[in-house]
Structure formats: C-alpha cells, structure tokens
C-alpha cells in the first residue's frame, strides 16, 4: 500500500510553545489530507482537513488558530500547534488520499505531542 | 449523517480460535466501508475495505470482511486467530458522495497464546 510519512513521532516540549508536525505522502501524491487527534483508548476525532493550495476545513469546537494546517504540495501538509498547553497533549495522526472515490486512506505513524 | 458502532470494546480469544470483531453503520448514501489495526503509539494501518462487488471481501493477514447491507453490518473475520493479531481494531464508513472518515470507537482484540 501506499505510505504516509509523518515526523516527529514524538515531541516533548513547553507551554506556550509552538510545535510543527509533518506528514508526507512518499510514493504518491496526495489531494486531501485529514488531520485527526486519539485521546487515549479513544477513536479519532477528525481536526480538519486540507487540500493542496486551499485553506483547511476545521471541524466544529477546533480552533483554526491554534492548529494551523498548511498543504502547500501534493506530498506535504504541517499541523502547527500553537502555544501549545499541557491539555493540547495528545497523539496526532494524519491521512492521506490520492483521490476522489473509493480511494481508501492511508495513515502516518502517528506524533506524540506532551506539553510540560 | 454516518457513523458507526462497534458493540464490544474488548474481545478475546485463543490463538488458533476464529476470530469476529463487530461493526454495524450508518449512512444515507451508498456505503464504503473500511477497516484499520492499530498497534500501540501507531498509526493506522489499512486491513481491508468494501465500496462495492461480491460482499466477502479477503484483506491483508488473512483478515476478511463480510458486507450484510439488510443487517447494515461489516464484520471483521479471521479463521484462526494469532497472539501477533492482538491490537486495536477500528472499524470506518464513508458515504460514498462525501470524503470523511467516521470511525467505531475501536475494539481491543487479545490473543491468548
């Protein structure tokens, strides 16, 4: 199947600061991404969903100012999140597709984010 | 709207034994229907999906799904079960006209050996 790539798997850092994490689609290119956070044994609640060389949808309760997406490539979307707290602590995962229909999506390892 | 549900939040089983993990959704349009494992601080990885054609369908680890559309269920399968299988299971519907992802709340298989 296809691979997603998504970095770091884990970061550690302090309140109030800011926090980048990539995802990558290596072998093929990607139109929409989905960004989804898993509290823990939870299911995933989908945070937006971006497509390259648009804004991001934001679903309902999720702070687009806090969790910037950008989709600048067919192989690239960042979530950013922005002084960040320890209740912002989660794991974050994203998605990828090649395209509309019955294009399954594929899935980054997902990134540990702890707030201290 | 779509969802779905998966009625066990845990199911076990003796390695070698068969295996069922439950879904059941809903949706207004024509379903795809997809399931995921997910091993400990993982991502998602894809085991099977149906969109439409014979309603058994065979996926990755010997896993098969098998589409009821009047019992509106899709359950997850595997003949003989393996320690190795023990994860987290999710279970995924989306209408076919639309592009989000609605997942179960996941269903926590152990194998014993």
């Known amino acids: 199947g296809a691979v997603v790539s998504q970095h770091p798997s884990r970061v550690i850092c302090k309140s109030g600061t800011s926090v980048k994490i990539e995802c990558r689609s290596l072998?093929?290119?990607?139109?929409?991404m989905f960004w989804y956070r898993q509290f823990p044994k939870q299911s995933l609640m989908l945070m937006a969903t971006?497509?390259?060389?648009?804004?991001?949808?934001?679903e309902q309760g999720v702070e687009k100012d806090k969790f910037l997406i950008n989709h600048a490539s067919l192989t690239l979307s960042t979530l950013t999140v922005t002084s960040a707290h320890p209740e912002d602590s989660s794991f974050y995962i994203c998605?990828?597709?090649?395209?509309?229909?019955?294009?399954?999506?594929?899935f980054g390892q997902g990134t540990r984010l702890t707030v201290v | 709207a779509q969802s779905v549900a998966q009625p066990e939040d845990q199911v076990n089983v003796a390695e070698g034994n068969p295996l069922t993990v439950k879904c059941t959704y809903s949706v207004s349009g024509n379903p795809y229907l997809f399931w995921y494992v997910q091993y400990p601080n993982r991502g998602l990885q894809f085991l099977l999906k149906y969109i439409t054609g014979d309603n058994l369908v065979k996926g990755s680890y010997g896993f098969e799904a098998e589409f009821n559309k009047s019992q509106t269920s899709f359950h997850l399968k595997k003949p003989s079960a393996l320690v190795s299988d023990s994860a987290l299971y999710f279970c995924a519907v989306r209408d076919g006209g639309d592009y989000k992802l609605s997942f179960g709340a996941g269903t926590t298989v152990t194998v014993r050996a």
């Open positions: 072998d093929f290119q990607a139109t929409t």
């Open positions: 971006s497509n390259e060389g648009s804004k991001a949808t934001y």
């Open positions: 998605s990828a597709r090649a395209g509309q229909g019955d294009f399954e999506a594929f």
